[in-house]
């Protein structure tokens, strides 16, 4: 592939709905393992970066959580399913170019053809994870249900027909996200090791 710098030890790839926490999860992942060893890659980041391209719009108001991005989510979700309908790894292929860290973390995959391309890509390293939190936890945290978004495939596209290697439960009640998170971070410091070992040789 272009601009791939070299090949992930482990592609740990999270879905989960929207202010389920998956940035949260994903960033104390990153956190915990180290930038050198850990790149967090944003699906949407290259969708948002040709969408804002081609309609002339702020891409930093994009990216950020504010009412801007709001606006015109439903049509950036239109527009990236015309997308994806014509090459399903495109945004995948542009969310991991120039990556070079041996654990990549994918923070947002959202349909059956995000995990697929990983799966097809990285059949070895791919690991599904799924983070899940209450319609009211997510209320609390400033969700509320939107017609066109929330029913759209990219926030039902994997509720279902996935087999998740892991499934984090973000919630107050539930287990410390650490001891969640212990098996994810002991294979990912396992991969870490053996990609430098590697490295060495």
């Keep these: 592939m272009e601009d791939r710098v070299s090949e992930p030890s482990l592609?740990?790839?999270?879905?989960?709905?929207?202010?389920?926490?998956?940035?949260?999860?994903?960033?104390?992942?990153?956190?915990?393992?180290?930038s050198e060893v850990c790149c967090v890659l944003r699906?949407?980041?290259?969708?948002?970066?040709?969408y804002a391209q081609e309609?002339?719009?702020?891409?930093?108001?994009?990216?950020?959580?504010?009412?801007?991005?709001?606006?015109?989510?439903?049509?950036?979700?239109?527009?990236g399913e015309a997308c994806r309908h014509q090459d399903p790894g495109f945004f995948c292929r542009l969310a991991t170019?120039?990556?070079?860290?041996?654990?990549w973390v994918v923070s947002d995959a959202r349909r059956l053809s995000d995990l697929q391309w990983f799966w097809a890509e990285f059949p070895q390293q791919?690991?599904?994870?799924r983070v899940q939190s209450s319609e009211n936890t997510r209320s609390q945290r400033g969700w509320s249900f939107t017609t066109g978004v929330d029913d759209?495939?990219?926030?039902?596209?994997?509720?279902?027909?996935?087999?998740?290697?892991?499934?984090?439960?973000n919630?107050?009640?539930a287990p410390s996200l650490d001891e969640q998170l212990h098996p994810?971070?002991?294979?990912?410091?396992?991969?870490?090791?053996s990609s430098s070992v590697t490295a060495n040789q």
């Design 11 to 34: 592609v740990l790839v999270f879905s989960g709905k929207r202010k389920s926490g998956k940035d949260y999860v994903t960033e104390l992942i990153q956190k915990r393992l180290g």
């Design 43 to 50: 699906l949407s980041g290259p969708l948002k970066e040709q």
């Design 55 to 79: 309609h002339g719009l702020d891409l930093d108001q994009l990216m950020g959580p504010g009412p801007y991005k709001e606006r015109y989510r439903a049509d950036m979700i239109r527009w």
């Design 97 to 103: 170019r120039g990556a070079r860290q041996p654990v």
């Design 126 to 129: 791919t690991r599904s994870v």
């Design 152 to 169: 759209a495939e990219s926030e039902c596209g994997l509720d279902s027909g996935v087999k998740f290697d892991w499934i984090i439960i």
């Design 171 to 173: 919630e107050a009640n």
């Design 184 to 193: 994810i971070l002991q294979l990912a410091e396992e991969a870490a090791s």
